[in-house]
């Protein structure tokens, strides 16, 4: 039903799903460019289409009774802010413990232009030592999907002309709003970062 729902929605918009799909089972996934409300719809109809299960990150307090078992059913993974080993801890004990996770993490964090990429996904995926893989959506030729999986290496320098490589050409839908891909870890070039450049404490910082 959802890839029929997905398949009319997109339909509907004038959208094609790119069906190349990494041979992968766990991963952070990231998706830009992000300039527009409309960009969270057509992802999740991308996602039915081509039956991929993305999970979220969440409060723990959003998965109580009575609808914790929705919320996790719909993808979300509980962060419990307090523990001691941190968000990209408890996300890395999530990785160990699954046979198959994709989470999704937003690099730019906002639908305005922003002059840094925040680096949650960059610790994530350094930490639980899982790859990233390069969601899209071109508003210019009106697909999406999922690119190819960038092994991170820790020179985020280096690491980060891959991923810009692979968004040079992707279009959002205010292109303008859609600023430099890069991080603050590049301007030292060393991870984790120094002191003046801190850790992200949460996933999308």
């Given amino acids: 039903m959802k890839r029929l729902l997905g398949r ?11 069906p190349n799909l990494p041979d992968i089972d766990k991963a952070v996934v990231i998706a830009a460019p992000h300039t527009t409300n409309w960009d969270g719809p057509i992802m999740i109809a991308i996602g039915w289409v081509l039956g991929i299960r993305l999970h979220w990150i969440g409060k723990h307090t959003l998965f109580k009774p009575p609808f914790g078992a929705v919320m996790k059913a719909f993808g979300g993974v509980p962060i419990d802010r307090r523990a001691p080993q941190g968000l990209v801890g408890q996300l890395r004990e999530a990785f160990e413990k699954a046979d198959r996770l994709w989470i999704s ?15 949650g996904f960059y610790a994530i995926a350094m930490e639980a030592e899982v790859p990233v893989l390069l969601g899209y959506l071109d508003y210019k030729g009106k ?12 020179n985020p320098r280096a690491d980060m002309d891959r991923i810009r490589e692979f ?14 891909i890069r991080l603050r870890a590049e301007e030292d070039n060393v991870w984790p970062p120094r002191e003046r450049n801190e850790a992200p ?4 910082e």
């Fill in 201 to 204: 404490r949460s996933a999308a």
């Fill in 143 to 154: 697909i999406g999907g999922l690119g190819p999986a960038v092994h991170l290496t820790g």
């Fill in 8 to 18: 009319a929605l997109l339909r509907s918009l004038g959208w094609k799903a790119d």
């Fill in 105 to 119: 993490v937003p690099p730019e964090g906002t639908r305005s232009r922003v002059d840094f990429w925040k680096s």
């Fill in 167 to 180: 968004y040079k050409d992707k279009f959002g839908k205010y292109p303008e709003n859609f600023g430099p």
